[in-house]
């Protein structure tokens, strides 16, 4: 396994420790703006933040974790991020901070929106990009788990369009790193708002979240892409499964 | 093998995915898979895994990192083929 450049290295390190230095300028204000300001809520917090923390701690045993979750709007990642550990837990417990790796052009366009992404432990790709350039941000995630940090990818390529999870689509990225890292384990997280019908750019005002999440370990008998592409199928297959059960128990 | 069989063929592979039939049309080895031909890349993993079946190699995901223009995925096929 090639290491990373030493450059590389210094340049996420450097971004870690300034983004935990200013956590409390925008861990808790992003949290309270999403609780008090969209008036966000997540059904059983308590039960579901426990259930995370637990599942965390067994990293250093059981292998790092990469978060997989449904896809349905452009605020995801902050409500799963707050839904899991909670902002104080984050303080003091920086490393799990999930790493996000948000469309490049999405951000690109304000300089100090892109200052405001990096300092939030963001890699930015460019979808459809060359592939080098997806393949290095691929790397640095694959450095981080393995460094102990935990990141956060959706496992479908895109929003969902049906509002639906997409069985036949999937981030390759996902199987990839999971293959490529000893131990990685794939955290499936199902989260909907109750007033999310389909996709959105953010979730409605007063929404009120489910989070379920299970511990993937896909296997593969397959080998090169193709075992990727089977690691990434079974991730949404599973989160899949977690939507059917959420639909299920709401007849 | 010639390269230019395997261009042929890397041309009939990638055609379904193709969304500018205009530059489809005109593409040589030089045409951007993504830019040029507006495949989704989502849809270059199915690409490259339909050159295995029908070249009968294995393709490593960082092999397939190098593979940007349609020249590129010849290329990549030939040293396949001569490894």
Same mark, same amino acid.
Request: charged letters at 25%; hydrophobic letters at 45%.
């Given at each position: ?8 290295? *210094? ?56 978060? *997989? ?118 955290? *499936? ?63 | ?20 039939? %205009? ?30 079946? %029908?070249? %009968?190699? %294995? ?25």
């Amino acid at each position: 396994m090639k290491q990373l450049p030493f450059g590389v290295r *210094c340049s996420l390190a450097l971004q870690r420790e300034v983004g935990r230095i200013l956590g409390i300028l925008w861990i808790i204000p992003i949290a309270w703006f999403m609780r008090f300001v969209m008036r966000y809520r997540i059904k059983d917090v308590k039960e579901v933040r426990s259930r995370y923390r637990k599942l965390i701690s067994e990293t250093e045993t059981q292998g790092p974790v990469l978060i *997989c979750p449904n896809h349905l709007t452009m605020a995801d990642s902050a409500v799963i991020a707050w839904a899991l550990g909670g902002s104080w837990w984050y303080l003091f417990r920086y490393s799990r901070m999930p790493w996000n790796i948000p469309e490049y052009n999405n951000f690109s366009f304000l300089w100090f929106v892109g200052l405001g992404a990096w300092i939030t432990k963001c890699i930015p790709v460019v979808r459809g990009g060359k592939r080098e350039d997806v393949s290095r941000v691929v790397k640095k995630i694959e450095y981080l788990l393995r460094n102990g940090e935990t990141a956060l990818i959706f496992a479908e390529a895109g929003r969902s369009r049906t509002g639906k999870v997409q069985v036949g689509s999937h981030a390759q990225a996902v199987g990839r790193i999971m293959t490529a890292v000893p131990g990685c384990r794939a955290l *499936c997280v199902y989260v909907r708002g109750d007033l999310q019908e389909t996709w959105s750019t953010v979730p409605a005002r007063r929404d009120s979240f489910y989070v379920d999440m299970q511990i993937a370990r896909p296997e593969s008998t397959f080998s090169g892409m193709r075992r990727s592409r089977d690691v990434a199928q079974q991730v949404v297959a599973r989160i899949a499964d977690m939507e059917a059960e959420y639909f299920a128990s709401r007849k | 093998m010639t390269r230019e069989d395997v261009f042929l063929k890397v041309m009939e592979i990638i055609k379904p995915f193709v969304k500018d039939e %205009e530059s489809f049309q005109r593409a040589n080895e030089g045409t951007n898979i993504l830019q040029d031909l507006k495949v989704n890349s989502a849809r270059l993993v199915d690409i490259i895994l339909d050159f295995e079946d %029908e070249f %009968e190699i %294995e393709v490593e995901d960082e092999d397939a990192d190098s593979v940007n223009t349609v020249g590129d995925a010849v290329s990549l096929i030939m040293e396949k083929f001569a490894a």
